[in-house]
């Protein structure tokens, strides 16, 4: 299930075997082949930490190795948790 900073489903992946990773699922969805014919410009969704980065994709910072977060980075991360829970609710999960 894709869903953009407003929690609408817009897009989603179906028949991946359970096994696998939700990035490969996400591989196969629209939005990942071709973010602009799905996401309005200036629109981006929501991902866990294993999606990529992208101008139309929000990821949570990642601890550098060996190093911290900020406090802003921390706090980023906190709120994006939230969201990213609360977009498995439509989904059933």
């Given at each position: 299930v894709v869903m953009p900073h407003n929690?609408?489903?817009?897009?989603?992946s179906l028949g991946q075997p359970g096994s696998v990773h939700d990035?490969?699922?996400?591989?196969?969805?629209q939005v990942f082949q071709d973010p602009t014919n799905v996401l309005p410009p200036?629109?981006?969704i929501?991902?866990?930490?294993?999606y990529?980065?992208?101008?139309?994709?929000?990821v949570p910072f990642k601890r550098p190795c060996g190093g911290s977060l900020m406090c802003r980075q921390n706090i980023y991360?906190?709120?994006v948790?939230?969201?990213?829970?609360?977009?498995f609710h439509p989904a059933g999960f």
């Open positions: 929690l609408i489903i817009v897009d989603y990035v490969y699922a996400f591989q196969g969805t200036h629109h981006w929501w991902a866990d930490s294993a990529p980065s992208k101008t139309w994709c929000a991360n906190h709120y948790s939230k969201v990213h829970t609360l977009c």
